[in-house]
């Protein structure tokens, strides 16, 4: 697979894994060596790049992530990310965003993870009192001792990303970005490419929704995001039919799926933006990963920025929402 440049230092595939469903956030799970047989499928396909974090399971996908990947682990690009806040089981004196919070969160990542570095690590999310300074020296400090070689941030503002990158050069942002959330087009995507920061968008797939393998009657069971998120009421799952209808128009002429078709147009707007969808079965992750192959012509790009430019979008997905799913499960 084509490779891509993070920052000015980590070369990583067009296309990465997210591996949070492997433990977390989309229902029922496969088992661990499925979940380890399909991590090394997507590296047999050209993956170098896999995704997970601390809050994942909580804690137990960084296990699974370190242990699939230790065979190539040297190969490969390994991004984690801490949690702003203490999380359960986190009982620890120190505050999350404390010099001592971020090295204890990193070293137990480590630990779990089985490696002696993380090639990226993010914070996960950026509170709006966060002194990104104090955080940016701190990240600084973890690349100049060798613990990490690149640092991020997830859904940051852009005063952020500019107040941060200005202490420790970002390597890349990771926010959500699919043809149904564009809102970093206006301001965080022109930072990162004015700033040379890489840009890799989560849920590119809209949890699946662009795939166009769901429907308003599927059901969600557990901890899924979807059961939530109000991109998957039914009323919106409806309303939102005209764009699976244009993806599916495209995907025809293109011998490929509504999937690739999402991937293929964001891949094409620059080339700092690596997404990372998750999948958990084979055929899949060789679906999307196959998406790096598939060329828009700039007329082509230009003709489907023009007809999506005319869709409205009905719902989105929120953390306020997605928190919403924990007092729905503790009355199950
Ligand atoms: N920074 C953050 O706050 C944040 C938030 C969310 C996610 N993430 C990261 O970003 C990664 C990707 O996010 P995401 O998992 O929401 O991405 P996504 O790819 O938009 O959605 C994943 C969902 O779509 C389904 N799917 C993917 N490709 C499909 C295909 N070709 N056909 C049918 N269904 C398909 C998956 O199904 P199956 O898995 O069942 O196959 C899964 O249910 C995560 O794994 C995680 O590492 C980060």
């Given at each position: 697979?084509?490779?891509?440049?993070?920052?000015?230092?980590?070369?990583?595939?067009?296309?990465?894994?997210?591996?949070?469903?492997?433990?977390?956030?989309?229902?029922?799970?496969?088992?661990?060596?499925?979940?380890?047989?399909?991590?090394?499928r997507a590296f047999e396909l050209?993956?170098?790049?896999?995704?997970?974090?601390?809050?994942?399971?909580?804690?137990?996908?960084?296990?699974?992530?370190?242990?699939?990947?230790?065979?190539?682990?040297?190969?490969?690009?390994?991004?984690?990310?801490?949690?702003?806040?203490?999380?359960?089981?986190?009982?620890?004196?120190?505050?999350?965003l404390s010099r001592a919070g971020i090295r204890r969160a990193l070293e137990e990542s480590l630990r779990r993870l089985g490696t002696d570095y993380v090639d990226l690590y993010y914070q996960h999310r950026v509170p709006a009192d966060c002194a990104v300074e104090d955080v940016a020296g701190w990240m600084g400090e973890l690349i100049d001792e060798g613990l990490i070689r690149g640092w991020g941030m997830s859904q940051p503002t852009e005063s952020a990303v500019r107040r941060a990158h200005a202490v420790t050069p970002l390597t890349a942002i990771q926010s959500?970005?699919?043809?149904?959330?564009?809102?970093?087009?206006?301001?965080?995507?022109?930072?990162?490419?004015?700033?040379g920061i890489g840009f890799v968008p989560f849920s590119p797939l809209a949890s699946g929704f662009l795939s166009g393998k769901y429907n308003k009657n599927t059901h969600y069971e557990g901890d899924d995001v979807r059961r939530v998120i109000t991109r998957f009421n039914k009323e919106n799952v409806e309303a939102n039919q005209p764009l699976l209808d244009l993806l599916h128009t495209y995907?025809?002429?293109?011998?490929?799926?509504?999937?690739?078709?999402?991937?293929?147009?964001?891949?094409?707007?620059?080339?700092?933006?690596?997404?990372?969808?998750?999948?958990?079965?084979?055929?899949?992750?060789?679906?999307?990963?196959?998406a790096a192959k598939v060329r828009l012509?700039?007329?082509?790009?230009?003709?489907?920025?023009?007809?999506?430019?005319?869709?409205?979008i009905h719902g989105n997905r929120t953390d306020e929402d997605i928190a919403r799913l924990g007092s729905i499960r503790k009355n199950e």
């Amino acid at each position: 697979m084509k490779k891509r440049l993070l920052g000015n230092n980590l070369e990583v595939s067009a296309i990465g894994m997210g591996c949070m469903g492997f433990s977390h956030g989309y229902g029922a799970i496969p088992p661990e060596e499925e979940s380890i047989r399909l991590i090394h499928r997507a590296f047999e396909l050209g993956c170098t790049f896999f995704d997970t974090a601390e809050v994942y399971g909580p804690y137990v996908n960084e296990e699974l992530t370190g242990k699939a990947v230790a065979p190539f682990r040297k190969e490969i690009v390994l991004a984690t990310k801490f949690s702003p806040f203490l999380i359960a089981g986190q009982n620890w004196p120190e505050s999350k965003l404390s010099r001592a919070g971020i090295r204890r969160a990193l070293e137990e990542s480590l630990r779990r993870l089985g490696t002696d570095y993380v090639d990226l690590y993010y914070q996960h999310r950026v509170p709006a009192d966060c002194a990104v300074e104090d955080v940016a020296g701190w990240m600084g400090e973890l690349i100049d001792e060798g613990l990490i070689r690149g640092w991020g941030m997830s859904q940051p503002t852009e005063s952020a990303v500019r107040r941060a990158h200005a202490v420790t050069p970002l390597t890349a942002i990771q926010s959500e970005y699919s043809m149904m959330e564009r809102m970093f087009e206006k301001d965080v995507i022109p930072a990162c490419e004015e700033l040379g920061i890489g840009f890799v968008p989560f849920s590119p797939l809209a949890s699946g929704f662009l795939s166009g393998k769901y429907n308003k009657n599927t059901h969600y069971e557990g901890d899924d995001v979807r059961r939530v998120i109000t991109r998957f009421n039914k009323e919106n799952v409806e309303a939102n039919q005209p764009l699976l209808d244009l993806l599916h128009t495209y995907a025809a002429a293109k011998n490929a799926t509504p999937a690739q078709i999402s991937l293929a147009w964001m891949l094409h707007k620059k080339d700092f933006i690596v997404p990372i969808p998750g999948m958990r079965k084979e055929e899949r992750i060789v679906e999307n990963l196959g998406a790096a192959k598939v060329r828009l012509t700039e007329e082509e790009f230009s003709s489907l920025e023009r007809a999506l430019a005319a869709i409205p979008i009905h719902g989105n997905r929120t953390d306020e929402d997605i928190a919403r799913l924990g007092s729905i499960r503790k009355n199950e």
